[in-house]
């Protein structure tokens, strides 16, 4: 079965310094991978995701397949990054194409 | 245009009784997709929708059913209702089949006492 995990339920950093958020992933078919943001009182919405291979917000995320991992990345923290983030795999077959996400990681930028 | 929104926002409920949660799809989108997600988890997919036949389903039991309307709408029921059930029930939609990107209403925040 798919899994997907995160490991740092919370990650503080001080604006400006760099951040990586980490995701691994398990899956035995070809991996599409996303991250997705929810600000405060906002809803779920996509950041990015590894197809597109853009930079949005600064952020950017590399697939490695041989570690099975999708951090994401950005150089200079900036205080509005502070939100809830959740890597998530899709996956199809056996009838299903929905989205399995990870329990989140809480970043905070401090001023 | 306008985006996902549920109904209602928030509800409690008895253990054992049944629940219905509503979900408008974003203009134009044929593709409805549910979640369930528990306090400090990431969500988990339910089933998902497209043009008013289910197309996927996660691991959930069968008293989890859904429907999806004419114009794309859905409803999520849950039926004998139990308190592990309590969470916040997301709905999202999209265009077509395969992952085109979703987009996520405000949530259903479900109890169950």
């Known amino acids: 079965a798919q899994r997907v995990t995160q490991p740092e339920k919370l990650l503080s950093v001080f604006k400006g310094a760099p951040v990586e958020l980490k995701c691994n992933y398990s899956?035995?078919?070809?991996?599409?991978l996303f991250w997705y943001v929810q600000y405060s009182r906002q809803r779920l919405q996509l950041l990015l995701r590894?197809?597109s291979r853009e930079s949005i917000k600064g952020f950017t995320a590399d697939l490695n397949k041989g570690e099975t991992s999708f951090h994401l990345k950005k150089p200079f923290a900036q205080e509005e990054d502070s939100a809830m983030y959740y890597c998530a795999l899709r996956y199809s077959g056996g009838g299903a194409d929905g989205l399995t996400f990870g329990k989140g990681t809480h970043l905070i930028i401090q001023p | 245009e306008t985006g996902v929104t549920q109904s209602p926002t928030h509800l409690i409920k008895t253990r054992g009784q049944q629940v219905t949660l509503r979900c408008s799809s974003q203009?134009?989108?044929?593709?409805v997709s549910w979640y369930q997600q528990a306090l400090g988890q990431g969500p988990q997919f339910i089933f998902q929708y497209y043009r008013e036949e289910e197309n996927g389903r996660g691991n959930f039991p069968p008293r989890f059913s859904g429907l999806q309307f004419p114009n794309y709408s859905s409803e999520l029921n849950v039926n004998a209702l139990e308190l592990d059930d309590s969470a916040l029930y997301l709905c999202?939609?999209?265009?077509?089949?395969?992952?085109?990107?979703?987009?996520f209403g405000q949530g259903t925040r479900l109890t169950v006492v």
């Open positions: 899956y035995s078919g070809s991996p599409e």
């Open positions: 999202a939609s999209s265009l077509g089949q395969g992952f085109a990107e979703a987009f």
């Open positions: 590894h197809i």
């Open positions: 203009s134009g989108h044929n593709t």
